[in-house]
């Protein structure tokens, strides 16, 4: 809604009682600025995917958040979790990319290989 240091607060009250996005607080941090808490968030994902199930669409929300428009456009590219991301406001700041529409219109298509 526009105001990530209340929706930190609101993730930091919630966390024990709700299931939601593992992407959404790190993405909270990196839109209040606090990016070296969202780096270190995306890189405790990562070394977790190592022996554990971690969405690559969670990933690639961090990464738009913390405006790294590359690696949240290869974490797109290498999930098959594609439904939202026509309609996902967490990635406005790509759509205007080549390989964002590409990967738009392989979910449009439903061509999930292209």
């Known amino acids: 809604m526009g105001d990530a240091h209340k929706a930190i607060d609101e ?3 919630c966390r024990s009682r709700t299931f939601g996005s593992v992407a959404d607080l790190p993405a909270a941090y ?11 968030a995306v ?3 990562l070394d977790t995917s190592r022996h554990r199930y971690v969405s690559l669409y969670d990933v690639a929300i961090i ?7 590359r690696r949240a456009l290869e974490s797109l590219e290498h999930t098959r979790e594609l439904a939202f991301v026509v309609v996902d406001p967490a990635f406005d700041a790509l759509r205007s990319e080549r ?16």
Not at 30 to 40: M, N
Not at 99 to 110: D, E, L, M, P
């Open 63 to 69: 990464h738009a958040a913390l405006g790294d428009t």
């Open 43 to 45: 890189g405790d994902l």
């Open 99 to 114: 390989r964002f529409q590409q990967i738009v219109a392989r979910v449009v298509t439903g061509n999930s290989t292209a």
């Open 30 to 40: 990196a839109l209040a600025g606090r990016r070296e808490e969202a780096i270190a």
């Open 11 to 13: 993730f930091n009250r």
